[in-house]
Nanobody, 124 residues
């Protein structure tokens, strides 16, 4: 059974930082790309960042470039999203996703598996 589990959400003041983590298990395809999406109340789910299995390729949405960094641990079992200089507009439920490649995981329609999400709230 495939499980994608996020952790690390919470409440932070504007300008602060948070790190989200994503752990995936049960995937029969040993290599996969991991991505992060976010969904604010009443809005569609939007791509945030993605990383390839090896970590050699990363991709970011324009509105988080320079503030967010996606990375993998040395065992490639956990994907982290470091979020700096947080703004109130970053408030959303953040979902982790997996797919075969970065190209596929950037597009919500081609994601294979989703996590349940973790809430990030940035106060002004």
């Amino acid at each position: 059974q495939v499980q994608v589990v996020e952790s690390g959400g919470g409440l932070v003041q504007a300008g602060g930082s948070l790190t989200l983590s994503c752990a995936a298990s049960g995937l029969t395809d040993g290599t996969y790309a991991t991505g992060w999406f976010r969904q604010a109340p009443g809005k569609e789910r939007k791509f945030v960042a993605a990383i390839s299995w090896t970590g050699s390729t990363t991709s970011y949405a324009d509105d988080v470039k320079g503030r967010f960094t996606i990375s993998k641990d040395s065992a490639r079992t956990t994907t982290n999203l470091r979020m700096n200089s947080l703004k109130p507009e970053d408030t959303a439920v953040y979902h982790c996703a997996t797919a075969r490649t970065v190209t596929y995981v950037r597009n919500s329609k081609t994601v294979d598996y989703w996590g349940q999400g973790t809430q990030v709230t940035v106060s002004s």
